[in-house]
């Protein structure tokens, strides 16, 4: 029997070859096991690619999901991910976005959108109420992500449309293209790239369902319960709030990991004064936040001086001024918005694209690469207009920017020399802005997540914000790194990824509040878990205890691990770049420190245990049967694997 509440009971399914779109009720097993977002995304993928489907090819897809709580009046919840084989890593893509875009895609009546195939010309889907349109996109090919989201308001004469779309990066399937809704991005993994070669250049959406709540009143004491702890977190009220994600810039900076110069220069080079937080907040003008967010952490900012004086954009996140100022060693802020104006116009993922710059200043300032191969550019660190340049090269894949346009491993793998020792990655995705030779339960994550290198799949808060939560940790000392990590992974995916909440604020909530008093930590952390699953259960109507909700955490973790065995990915893809394992972090508060590979393997062995998988990071055939996969182990004996 189909339930009551907060889904809306459909799944439209997209075929671009055939220009078909069919609606089909949203299966009430899918919704118990996996719960939406993230959940619905990788189970969809796993079922749906074979083994070896070209991540660019019709038979890739890309999944669109809202969590169930997308929608509701339950805060900070409109969120959702976009899923498919990533053309950058060929593991799994999934990207995580906000803004409006997920709650109006609820409101317009679908759980998910499902779209395989291509199309044979520029196609944009129109979907209004359950009712779907293919349009010509011919005149829209060409257009940056803001043109185009203004041009498609105007043609369908309602502002009020929701518009993800691809830029001209995307559109030439850049690996580093991103998918962006308002100036939110869907990125990293390059799913832009599937979208563009897919031919479909935009969603727009617009709805008026009403998600109905299968019990109000408790619903109605859940979202209270977490709307006060949000509001007594002096992490969110006034630091989120005020001034953003830009304070991490401060807070890397203090602890020494804050990466410079593509990772040679961290704990050197601590721009606090150029681009931290009190010097950013000077530029802001207004908050724009996501639909039903009180925090509001989207901050929009104008250049008040500098080369670039007058530029506008909604930024740039900590991760941006990481990836476009400290690892690039551009300190002229006003650069750094305009980069970030431009990777969002454009398209691209701003830290894939910071990286593969720095990567590229690095080779030319020890003479791997000459003026005559980057065009005359003069590639030094801190060369911001050489920065500049590359932005717009690498959207058009002209240039020197054509040889960096699919990220580090594509360009190392052109330029050769050497060059791979200096692309910093895992999995094929480049790393994100915490220098982790000084957060070694982060450095685990960013080795043992399932997409690559990704800050967001399994956040150490307690390693960079001090949270206490679940408990307290040293950063620096191996000893329980292991079993944090995996606890971040499964309660990241369960709280955030899969309801969809915003994990900017789990990650922050409670990061200040410490165990001062015994058994604080505790009770935080199983208050945390168990009201979300009172918040599913209440709108949903499908009851999940707090046991039942951790269970999804580690089912969704371990059934994308096992989509990325099926596609040939072990035990040595799980390792961090050779900088990370060789090279001590050479000065400030972190110096000295780094993962030797004896290290390494001490922590892969006990995560793997942690996750119930066997020393080459197979999960065995009890643990998958206790997480309701029986049938996949079977699949992993087809191709050669054997869980024990």
Known sequence: MMYQGAYTGKILWVDLTKREARSEPTDPELARLFIGGAGFGIK???????????????????????????????????????????????????????????AEMKAAGFDAIVIRGQSAEPTYLAIQDGKVSFRSAKKLWGMNTQDCQFFLKEELKDQNYRIACIGPAGERKSLMAAIINERRAAGRKGLGAVMGAKGLKAIAVRGHTQLSIAYPQRFATAHNQLLKRFKSSRSLYSGLSKYGTSDAVDVTCELGIFPANNFSATGLFLPIEE?????????????????????????????????????????????????????????????????????????????SVGSVIAFAMELYENETISPEETGGLELRFGNHSAMIELIHQIAWRRGFGAVLADGVVAAARQIGRRSEAYALHVKGLELPGYDVRGAKAHGLNYATSYTGADHNRGYAAQEIFGSSIPVAVD????????ELCAWNQVVETALCDCPTFCSFLFSNADAFLQSAEPGLSQELTEHRVATVAELLSSATGIELSPADLIRVGERVNILARCFNLREGFSRQDDYLPRRMIEEPIPGGPSQGHRVSQEDHDWLLDHYYEVFGYDRQGVPTRERLRTLDLAGVADDLVSIGLNPR
């Open 475 to 482: 950063r620096f000392a191996l000893e329980g790194k292991p």
């Open 275 to 351: 681009i931290g937080y009190e010097t950013q907040a000077k530029d802001i003008v207004r908050r724009n936040p996501c639909y039903k967010c009180p925090v509001g952490c989207s901050q929009v900012r104008v250049a008040q001086s500098g080369d670039y004086a007058g530029t506008l954009t909604e930024g740039p996140e900590f991760e941006a001024s990481f990836a476009l100022a400290g690892n690039t060693g551009v300190t002229d802020l006003s650069a750094l918005y305009l980069a970030d104006r431009l990777c969002d116009d454009y398209g691209l993922d701003n830290m």
């Open 44 to 102: 969809l993928l796993y079922d749906m690619v074979p083994p070896g489907t070209d991540p660019l090819g019709p038979d890739n897809v890309l999944i669109f999901a809202p969590g169930p709580l997308t929608g509701t009046d339950s805060p900070c919840s409109s969120r959702m991910t976009v899923t498919g084989r990533s053309p950058a890593t060929g593991a799994v893509g999934m990207a995580v976005t906000g803004g409006h875009f997920p």
